[in-house]
């Protein structure tokens, strides 16, 4: 659901781009309530001089609990004027202001329903995660909120029901799949055995905690100069972050965030000790995303290559005759 209302704002920036930048300045580029409450109503500029700022600033501070006032009635009428100026042609071709904004409250409304709904299910989930886990254990966890933490309890469920910590890691699909013989044994991608959604909150906790979490941090940057791509990387933490929080079920302690040396740190703290310590250069990022895509396209030539020479190929045919025959 929140990736459905990500899709319509960014349509709804795609058609507010049209009215001009001034919009967004206007709306502080934020669309809370009151913004699309304003947008579902007054997106046409012609409406929006009409209505004047007396009554726009009584429509918004109703929508904004008092947040928005006269000053951001006043910005939005000068974005109006503004709006008007720039599709000003001079022969009628210009902009069809009231199509426009018709397009423009159908988003919006869909974006305000999208988010009553979305706001619905976290009060449902918090009362939820309450029953679950009234100590508040996972929601310990770096990078983990409110909605992260009612899906990693529920899915878990009772932690003792595994028999080890390997099982929990096992049961989330996180391990890599593993074939091995007499002789050897290779180790190859994750097996995406358990809960997709799981492993999709799991990877985000994963992706917050490295930037607050000391040991997460410095696993990631050792992760990374080993030539990982950052979402390898990141599955990896996500694994660390789910055998502790299972830890932290098991023995029904709250999760402590720590240097690597094993003191006992805040959050705050936590923080500036990663950025001081474990900052990623953007180079050597770039640099192991370039050798990825290298090695891929390298890959993908080499499969082509081994293709039956009869297989249709990605380059153009050869309409040249083989061998020559007598009529």
Known sequence: MVKRRTAVFARLDALTELLGPAWYEAMNARYGIAALEFLARYADPHVVIRLGQAR???FLIGRSRGAWREDRAAALILAAKETLALWDTGDGDGMDFAELAADIAHEAEQALFLTGQIKEIDERLANLYADAD?????????GVGPTISAVIAGRIGDPHRFTSLAAVRAYSGLVPRVSQSGVSKVESSITK???????EMLFAAADHARKVDPQIAAK??????????????ICHLATIMLTRIAACMRNGEHYVLRDVDGTVITEAEGRIIVQQRYQLEPRRRDNVRHKRMRERRKEAAGQESQESPSAPTSGPADTQPTSQHVA
Not at 193 to 199: C, E, I, N, T, V
Not at 220 to 233: F, K, N, T, V
């Open 134 to 142: 009234p100590d508040g254990i996972v929601a310990s966890a770096p």
């Open 193 to 199: 055995a358990g809960d997709p959604l799981l492993r």
């Open 220 to 233: 990631y940057q050792r992760l990374m100069a080993g030539d990982r791509h950052h979402s390898s990387a």
């Open 56 to 58: 726009l600033s009584r």
